[in-house]
């Protein structure tokens, strides 16, 4: 599993803080190995490591949105901008999810070689 410095160094990570990176990646890699145990999932350690930092990109992404963090409207003087809120349901975040795994890792719904 990464560590905080492969996630800024190799990863180029800048979201996540320090002090929830390493809650953040385990949950990435638990669902990382739910897809395992699901599909056929192939790809180096590198290429999961950077899979989980992705996954866990996502995972504080919607935590973030689903507890009001995000700025959803703003003002400056006599100028304003609003934006609609972010989906946030479950199966959302299940596809952004699996979508940011396939980024970086080969995930194959029968065998590769059929």
């Not at 350690?45 to 409207?73: F, H, P, Q, W």
């Not at 972010?86 to 890792?105: G, I, W």
């Given at each position: ?107 194959y719904r ?5």
């Amino acid at each position: 599993m990464p560590d905080y410095a492969f996630y800024r160094a190799q990863y180029k990570g800048t979201s996540i803080p320090r002090e929830e990176f390493s809650f953040m990646s385990g949950r990435a890699a638990d669902e990382l190995k739910s897809y395992e145990r699901i599909y056929t999932v192939s790809g180096t350690d590198e290429a999961r490591k950077m899979a989980i930092c992705a996954m866990a990109d996502v995972l504080y992404y919607y935590d973030t949105a689903a507890n009001g963090g995000m700025v959803t409207s703003t003002s400056v003087g006599s100028v304003s901008a609003s934006m609609s809120k972010p989906d946030v349901s479950n199966k959302a975040q299940s596809k952004e999810l699996y979508r940011a795994a396939q980024r970086y890792l080969d995930i194959y719904r029968g065998c590769p070689s059929c």
